[in-house]
């Protein structure tokens, strides 16, 4: 695998579904919008679960990916790996992680395996809290550089403003969206947001 780069809009979605749900491991699936070959280009992920991860029906996450997968081919887009917090705020991957992320690595190679550590999602961090794997030899192994993202110091400032301002709670992960249909898992009134605060008239990304 060569070099993982990671959006801005990736990041700042991963961290508020962690601070939307700070007791629970939550999960979801990574999408690349860039053709295959060379970097894997994380620019969008899907918040997925928050509650009872191992006890997931494994037909719930079939579906879910199957819906995400209608979704990835409507808008050009791919799954390209997955990313897990744990609640107990360790970094290893779970036997459900792992099981994810082999089902994904089946249908994409370069499939890559997300970490959080909230133990870590400080404002005061110097490199994203994300631990990175990556599938060898059938088995998924730390990658030994960190992840790539530009303009960490505006991202991670961003992220800080939008939990400041609540507006995590603007974002629906599947698990909302099974309660409330209406409710819109593709998070385009906050893609909108992240947009907005990272456009270069408002003096970032």
Known sequence: MGEVELSCRAYVKMYLHSCLFPRCSINGLLLSSSSAGGAVCVTDCVPLLHSHLPLAPITQLALTQSQVDVWCAQTQQRIVGYYQANACAS???????????????????????????????????????????????????????????????????????????????????????????????????????????????????
């Open 91 to 205: 970094d290893c991957p779970t036997p459900c992680a792992l099981k994810i992320a082999d089902k994904i690595a089946e249908q994409f190679e370069s499939a890559v395996l997300l970490m959080l550590d909230g133990s870590k999602m400080s404002p005061d961090d110097r490199v994203p809290p994300i631990v990175m794997y990556e599938r060898r030899d059938s088995k998924w192994v730390l990658k030994d550089k960190h992840i790539m993202l530009r303009q960490w110091e505006e991202t991670q400032a961003i992220a800080s403003q939008m939990l400041e301002s609540g507006d995590h709670a603007l974002l629906v992960d599947f698990d909302g969206h099974l309660d409330d249909i209406t409710k819109d898992w593709t998070n385009q009134t906050l893609n909108s947001k992240i947009a907005e605060l990272s456009s270069p008239a408002n003096g970032n990304i």
